[in-house]
């Protein structure tokens, strides 16, 4: 009877997801993980392969023999048998982070010293590949005892992805400046727009609802919108990249002009995204949120 509830209680202790039957990821396109050599010997890993299956891993270095260079970690990763499998991502954000991957531009900097001692790397990387499945690395941040930020708008969405997926992996992203990721800088609507504050209280706004068939159609705007339009630019905030994806119908593009006539800006609209050259961008009173996701099982 004793040893009956020694097994239970070792069954209890184990990862509900290591329980199952164990499986290897597909082709790493994103990947966190976090090493602690200093004071300790720990490595966590939180990865996402091409379907949009999440994956983690946890144990000692010594045990793990954990790479250091980015690609030994995705290949050590695919041929690997001993990852907690967490589910599968919902399609929607999924085609965003792959949006996103296809964007991000690859910096030539590598990460520095950023002065601190023994707090252990925290590194994020994402990986695309060619039609002939050769991996490209694209370095999006690291911090603790290293620092690096990938500026890119792209780079900084995919960060903060690999950030909200695994939140247990060990970072030292935002709030410490030097030693982590800055991350996206929230801007107002106006400046982001490049469209003059002053001027949007007498501003004429006009409204085309871009159709991807009959092409654009003016919209009369009532009361309540115009007036719901001059306050989104006045005091909307700009809180980071939503996706890569162009969109080709189902916006609402809204002119502003001056009292003569002469345009001063636009700005367009997918539901509550802005829509940009390079993608979409979220919209909000802060950086705090940026849309849910689920993560479904199998």
Not at 47 to 66: I, K, P, V, Y
Not at 69 to 92: F, H, T, V, W
Not at 132 to 153: M, W
Request: aromatic share 8%; with cysteine.
């Amino acid at each position: 009877m004793k040893i009956q509830c020694w097994i239970m209680m070792m069954l209890l202790l184990l990862p509900v997801c290591c329980l199952g039957e164990a499986r290897k990821p597909g082709r790493i396109i994103l990947l966190t993980d976090y090493r602690q050599q200093g004071w300790g010997d720990r490595v966590q890993v939180g990865c996402m392969d091409e379907d949009g299956c999440l994956f983690t891993l946890e144990g000692s270095d010594a045990q793990l023999r954990w790479p250091s260079e980015e690609n030994q970690k995705r290949i050590y990763l695919e041929q690997s048998e001993d990852l907690c499998y967490l589910g599968r991502l919902d399609a929607e954000n999924r085609f965003a982070i792959e949006s996103l991957i296809s964007d991000a531009a690859n910096p030539t900097e590598k990460a520095v010293s950023s002065g601190g001692c023994d707090m252990g790397t925290e590194s994020t990387c994402a990986f695309r590949y060619s039609r002939e499945g050769t991996p490209e690395t694209v370095p999006l941040g690291v911090s603790g005892d290293d620092f690096f930020e990938n500026t890119d708008p792209s780079a900084q969405a995919l960060y903060r992805w690999a950030r909200r997926l695994f939140p247990k992996i060990q970072s030292y992203a935002y709030g410490m400046e030097g030693i982590g990721p800055q991350g996206f800088v929230p801007q107002p609507l106006a400046a982001f727009l490049n469209i003059p504050l002053t001027e949007v209280d007498q501003a004429r706004i006009s409204c085309l609802y871009m159709d991807c068939e009959a092409g654009p159609q003016p919209v009369e705007l009532t009361v309540e919108e115009e007036t719901a339009i001059r306050e989104l630019l006045k005091s909307g905030m700009v809180t980071g990249k939503a996706n890569s994806i162009s969109v080709t119908g189902g916006t609402r593009s809204y002119s502003v002009s001056d009292s003569e006539g002469n345009l001063l800006g636009w700005m367009e609209l997918y539901g509550e995204l802005l829509v940009r050259g390079n993608g979409m961008y979220t919209l909000g009173p802060d950086g705090s949120s940026a849309g849910d996701f689920r993560v479904l099982p199998d």
